[in-house]
C-alpha cells in the first residue's frame, strides 16, 4: 500500500495522560497536513509542514499539542496532558510539490479520552 | 473570514434521480475549491477540483464566482454514489483546506 498510513488506528486513553501519533506520507510528497475532525463536522487544519519545516500552526493547536516531521518523511502528533475535548479524529494528508492543493489522506486515527 | 457552507447535512434522492450537493463559501482572494467524498469505511478521496474542470463518476462542479458557489451536480444518481461529500477551500498562502461540515448523500433504491 503506497498510500499515507496513520497508527495506530484508535487510542483510548485517559484525561491527563499523554499520546502520540504517527503518519506515515507518501514517499515523494514534500508537504504534509494534520487536521481534526469531530463528529458532524469537517475536518479542521492544525499544521502543515512542507519538508521538515513547520510552516503554519493553527490557533487551535493549543501549547499542549505539538507536531514534528524529523526528517521531512514521517511526522508525528503529540498532544500532552489529554482532556476529553481532545477527542476526535485526526488526519494526516500529504500533497505532492507538482501538486501542493491535492491531498491524499490518511485512514485517521481515532482519539477518545476518558 | 473565510468559511465553506454545505446546508443540507443529509440529501436523500432516489436512483435515477438528479442529484445538486449545495456548497457556498467565502474568500477574500482567488479560491481553489474542490469536493472530496468519503465512502463507508474509507478514507477521504478527492472527487474533483475546479480548475480541472473534468467529470468524475458523472459528477461535475461548477465554480460561480458571482454567486461563491461551488454545488456539485450529477444527472442520474446511482446507489454507489450514497457516501458524505465534503466541499473544501484552499487558501492560496499554504494550501491549507477549509472545508464544510459535509452533506450525507443516501441514494434510495
Known amino acids: 500500500d503506497t498510500g499515507v498510513s496513520q497508527d495506530p488506528r484508535h487510542k483510548i486513553t485517559k484525561r491527563g495522560q499523554n499520546v502520540t501519533f504517527r503518519c506515515d506520507p507518501i514517499s515523494e510528497h514534500n508537504r504534509l497536513y494534520w487536521y481534526r475532525q469531530t463528529l458532524g463536522q469537517g475536518p479542521e487544519f492544525l499544521t502543515y509542514?512542507?519538508?521538515?519545516?513547520?510552516?503554519?500552526k493553527s490557533r487551535l493547536l493549543s501549547d499542549r499539542f505539538s507536531a514534528e516531521r524529523p526528517k521531512g518523511s514521517f511526522s508525528t502528533l503529540e498532544i500532552q496532558r489529554t482532556e476529553q475535548g481532545d477527542s476526535a479524529m485526526y488526519l494526516c494528508?500529504?500533497?505532492?510539490?507538482?501538486?501542493?492543493?491535492?491531498?491524499?489522506f490518511g485512514p485517521g486515527t481515532r482519539l477518545t479520552v476518558l | 473570514a473565510q468559511r465553506v457552507t454545505q446546508p443540507e447535512k443529509l440529501l436523500s434522492v432516489f436512483k435515477g434521480a438528479p442529484v445538486e450537493l449545495k456548497c457556498n463559501y467565502s474568500y477574500s482572494g482567488s479560491p481553489e475549491l474542490f469536493w472530496y467524498v468519503q465512502y463507508s469505511r474509507q478514507r477521504l478521496q478527492l472527487l474533483l477540483r475546479?480548475?480541472?474542470?473534468?467529470s468524475i463518476k458523472g459528477f461535475t462542479a461548477d465554480l460561480n464566482k458571482g454567486e461563491t458557489s461551488f454545488h456539485l451536480k450529477k444527472p442520474f444518481a446511482q446507489e454507489e454514489d450514497s457516501a458524505m461529500y465534503y466541499c473544501?477551500?484552499?487558501?492560496?498562502?499554504?494550501?491549507?483546506?477549509?472545508w464544510g461540515a459535509g452533506t450525507k448523500l443516501i441514494i434510495k433504491p
Open positions: 475546479h480548475i480541472s474542470r473534468e
Open positions: 473544501a477551500l484552499s487558501s492560496d498562502s499554504n494550501y491549507q483546506l477549509i
Open positions: 509542514f512542507q519538508n521538515e519545516a513547520q510552516l503554519e
Open positions: 494528508a500529504s500533497s505532492p510539490r507538482a501538486a501542493p492543493n491535492e491531498q491524499f
